[in-house]
């Protein structure tokens, strides 16, 4: 095989292996593909705020704000977390907002252009785990829950 032919193979190669990498370059996940089923369940009586929910998530978020600028947040790592309102500050009649977010164990691996040009060996990328939230309201009326609406979003 002369010069030229083995130069034009070598560069059809090349310019191969450039196109392939930079078409490659996107978000991945691995692991096990999450149910439609909503991770949580909320359980609103009385003057507390509780949720049961799937098993398998961790690092959860809670939040709740409404009237008169209250707001109450609680963090715990193993189970849903549940707050007292009463605990938070003084309750005003009105409608009040939660949010539960929490992690599952589900990994979402993001990897950009530049780590798959130098072959994964940038150390930028990061494996994140795959988060569920569902948020709702209710209605306090004489410090005590009152569902407004049973519907609630799952995000």
Same mark, same amino acid.
């Given at each position: 095989?002369?010069?030229?032919?083995?130069?034009?193979?070598?560069?059809?190669?090349?310019?191969?292996?450039?196109?392939?990498?930079?078409?490659?370059?996107?978000?991945?996940?691995?692991g096990?593909?999450?149910?439609?089923?909503?991770?949580?369940?909320?359980?609103?009586?009385?003057?507390?705020?509780?949720?049961?929910?799937?098993?398998?998530?961790?690092?959860?978020t809670?939040?709740?704000?409404?009237?008169?600028?209250?707001? !109450?947040?609680?963090?715990? @790592? *193993? +189970?849903?977390?549940?707050?007292? #309102? =009463?605990?938070? $500050?003084?309750?005003?009649?009105?409608?009040?907002?939660?949010?539960?977010?929490? !992690?599952?164990?589900?990994? @979402? *691996? +993001?990897?950009?252009?530049?780590e #798959? =040009?130098?072959? $994964?060996?940038?150390?930028?990328?990061?494996?994140?785990?795959?988060?569920?939230q569902?948020?709702?309201?209710?209605?306090? +009326?004489?410090?005590?829950?009152?569902?407004?609406?049973?519907?609630?979003?799952?995000?």
């Amino acid at each position: 095989m002369g010069a030229r032919p083995r130069l034009a193979a070598v560069l059809a190669a090349s310019a191969f292996i450039v196109f392939s990498g930079s078409v490659s370059a996107q978000s991945f996940r691995s692991g096990p593909v999450e149910s439609a089923a909503p991770a949580f369940e909320p359980q609103l009586s009385g003057g507390r705020v509780a949720f049961n929910a799937v098993p398998g998530l961790s690092n959860y978020t809670l939040r709740v704000t409404g009237p008169g600028n209250y707001t !109450a947040e609680r963090h715990s @790592e *193993r +189970r849903a977390p549940s707050l007292r #309102l =009463a605990d938070y $500050g003084e309750l005003e009649d009105g409608i009040y907002r939660w949010s539960l977010s929490a !992690a599952t164990s589900q990994i @979402e *691996r +993001r990897v950009g252009a530049d780590e #798959l =040009a130098r072959n $994964g060996r940038s150390g930028t990328s990061a494996n994140l785990y795959v988060g569920r939230q569902m948020s709702g309201s209710f209605q306090v +009326r004489d410090g005590q829950i009152i569902p407004v609406d049973q519907s609630v979003t799952e995000e």
